[in-house]
């Protein structure tokens, strides 16, 4: 009888350590789902969706990556956790986070406009875009698809 509870046991916690996984991926699937119903990201949501897609370790909330971000100046100084985020700053945020070193003009200024140029250039940006147009929660998405396309391979 002790020998059966020690194997009910013993599977409970093999169900339970292999159930942590697939939490976390449903965790993070409910937040994509929710990107894609947004017509507006703010900076913390696309900051946390391009730090989970390089990789960066430790970002688990939107307010988390934008801290993490803000701490390292990836962001003009106006920018705000809850402000919509404008196509031009989430490029320069993007060239940053994915460490893209870009041409010559990114390289002298490191300003949202030519990193916007850059990836237009790189063609992560692509159709009829303006770098003042606020960046919705399915453009957030194919922006980070494109990325992981591109340099995802990479090591």
């Known amino acids: 009888m002790n020998r059966q509870k020690k194997s009910k046991g013993f599977i409970l916690c093999l ?8 939490a976390a991926f449903s965790q993070n699937a409910q937040e994509i789902d929710h990107l894609l119903s947004l ?3 703010n900076y913390g949501q696309a900051a946390w969706l391009l730090l989970n897609t390089a990789d960066v370790p430790g970002i688990t909330e939107p307010s988390q990556a934008f801290d993490y971000v803000r701490e390292r100046n ?11 985020a404008r196509l031009d700053n989430v490029s320069l945020l993007i060239m940053k ?5 870009g041409g010559i003009m990114y390289w002298l200024t490191q300003s949202p406009r030519y990193a ?3 990836l237009i250039y790189l063609d992560i940006i692509q159709g009829r875009v303006n770098p003042h147009m606020i960046v919705s929660g399915q453009m957030l ?15």
């Open 74 to 84: 990836w962001l003009p100084a106006n920018a705000g956790r809850d402000d919509n």
């Open 141 to 155: 998405l194919f922006l980070a698809n494109r990325l992981l396309e591109v340099y995802g391979g990479e090591e």
């Open 15 to 22: 169900v339970l350590l292999l159930a942590i996984p697939f």
């Open 116 to 118: 916007y140029r850059e």
């Open 97 to 101: 986070v994915w460490q893209l070193n």
């Open 39 to 41: 017509n507006e990201v």
